[in-house]
């Protein structure tokens, strides 16, 4: 690793004993410093050198240091201040941590106090800048992860796809039963795979901001009824039976229709996949002030306790290896992903033998008196009543 | 037997543009490849084919758009049918490509993968139905 430069000092304080005290420390442990007498210029210094410590005496004659504060913490973001005070009251030191500073330093103090709060500020500092470095690396990172994975890792699978859909066309006849059971296994693993980044794509677009949703006026009793509709068939191939227990109105909700009926599929189909025959599914709906929740429940096998605050983890299997094949292992984090989107929440409940119940909260729309849209609630304080 | 229909394909997969080629000679045609979209418009004017397959991204995204554009600009292109070939998951899985009103007549969009038989339909029902073998 590089040797990190040398960290420069500003110290802006109307006393020259105090400003030639902390030179003299400073430098002998290795800083670089530079002095103020008096605010203006300590800001003019600051604002040109970007130190990365800025020691301010809290009382001088002309621009205060509570002022100085407020100006450097603004134009100089990444300069660690510290505040000099012979007033240390409680009611100084917060008003200047509000603003902006990091530390305090009364008077008088010893070099080797100096020394510490200097340290101390200097690997903040470091710590701040490697933080946002990371976060900024991470999300680039994620970008171009989604970026790499949509072109680099798509176009393979579709033109294998198209092979196969190739092979077919030229060679169909002349294959036999099995041949053309494997061409039909390869393709149906590819789509699979296929299936695995496109979710993967999606959730990462969510995390990452750039998941295209609309934010419309839902009614949910309605997408209850696409959702039974789309999952009817599979349901009736099982031998499950699939019920609604609604009531006739329900206050609408601000959502995006395709993502949720999504979110509604996703469960239905999950809970097929561990409902037996002459089994049953039941989704019901009911509203408070609060919420409109959406209640998903089946009679199937459930999930066990010390597996259930795991199950919306990414490709995380309750039953571990025998499911392999059995989705993409995302469907329930998307479900998350899109809930949390949507300012609401999934939670699930699940006794082993008897079944699963899915519960999803939603906020209300409520419409202002102009008509335009607001929620009751600011989702990102979502009010919860327990 | 009349002449085989001939069909030009641009994409700058060589992978996908074979695999094409493949179901499209089954089907009967006469097959002209191009991999990229200069190389596409070249051929169409050389070539005049009976109808045209064009991915919609290429070196760059969108170049597709800009090759349909000065195909139909072409005397010939005005009333050829022309494919487009779009890839489902461009910025999401709800925003495929649809081609906005003043665009140029585009005679189908495809989605990547196409399965054979309705790729080789579709091109039967814009070139009269005449199925060739």
């Known amino acids: 690793m590089m040797k990190p430069p040398t960290p420069l000092v500003l110290i802006i304080d109307d006393e020259s004993s105090i400003r030639d005290g902390c030179r003299q420390a400073l430098e002998k442990s290795g800083y670089a410093v530079l002095d103020a007498g008096e605010g203006d210029e300590g800001i003019k210094i600051a604002r040109d050198a970007k130190p990365d410590i800025a020691l301010i005496d809290l009382k001088m004659p002309g621009i205060s240091g509570m002022e100085i504060i407020e100006i450097l913490s603004r134009d100089v973001p990444d300069t660690v201040l510290v505040m000099i005070t012979g007033y240390a009251t409680i009611v100084s030191a917060v008003e200047a941590i509000q603003k902006g500073t990091y530390d305090y330093l009364p008077k008088p103090f010893s070099p080797d106090q100096l020394r510490a709060v200097v340290r101390r500020a200097v690997e903040h500092r470091n710590l701040k800048i490697e933080t946002r470095r990371l976060r900024e690396e991470k999300e680039r990172m994620e970008k171009s992860f989604i970026t790499f994975v949509s072109h680099e890792m798509r176009s393979p699978l579709v033109v294998i796809r198209q092979y196969i859909e190739a092979l077919k066309a030229v060679a169909g006849d002349r294959l036999d039963r099995d041949m053309t059971e494997i061409i039909e296994r390869c393709g149906a693993r590819i789509r699979s795979l296929e299936t695995l980044v496109e979710h993967w794509l999606d959730i990462s677009r969510i995390g990452e901001g750039s998941f295209a949703w609309k934010k419309e006026p839902l009614n949910l009793l309605q997408l209850i009824g696409r959702s039974t509709e789309e999952m009817a068939p599979v349901c009736k191939e099982k031998g499950i039976r699939l019920k609604t227990d609604l009531p006739d109105q329900l206050p609408e909700i601000l959502g995006d229709q395709e993502s949720l009926l999504r979110v509604f599929t996703n469960i239905i189909g999950n809970a097929t996949k561990y409902t037996p025959e002459n089994g049953g599914i039941t989704l019901a709906a009911s509203s408070d002030d609060y919420y409109v929740t959406v209640c998903i429940s089946d009679t199937g096998t459930g999930i066990p306790a010390d597996k259930l605050p795991f199950i919306f983890e990414p490709f995380y299997r309750v039953r571990g290896k025998e499911e392999r094949q059995r989705g993409s292992g995302l469907g329930l984090t998307f479900c998350k992903r899109i809930m949390e989107l949507h300012g609401g929440e999934i939670s699930v409940a699940s006794t082993e033998g008897q079944g699963s119940t899915f519960l999803l909260k939603f906020l209300p729309h409520m419409r202002t008196e102009q008509g335009m849209g607001r929620t009751s609630v600011d989702p990102a304080t979502p009010f919860r009543p327990f | ?133």
């Open chain 2, 1 to 133: 037997m009349t002449a085989k229909k001939r069909i030009l394909l641009i994409d700058d997969d060589k992978d996908f543009l074979f695999a094409t080629k493949l179901i499209l000679e089954k089907g009967g045609y006469e097959v002209f490849l191009a991999e990229d979209g200069k190389t596409g418009v070249e051929m169409w004017k050389s070539v005049a084919p009976d109808l045209a397959i064009i991915d919609m991204m290429m070196e760059t995204w969108g170049e597709g758009f800009s090759v349909l554009s000065k195909i139909r600009a072409t005397d010939t292109g005005k009333d050829t049918p022309l494919f487009m070939l779009s890839a489902v998951d461009l910025q999401g899985p709800y925003n495929s490509f649809e081609p906005p009103p003043e665009f140029p007549r585009v005679n189908a969009v495809l989605q990547k993968p196409v399965r054979a038989e309705d790729l080789l339909r579709y091109i039967a029902q814009e070139l009269g139905g005449k199925k060739m073998s």
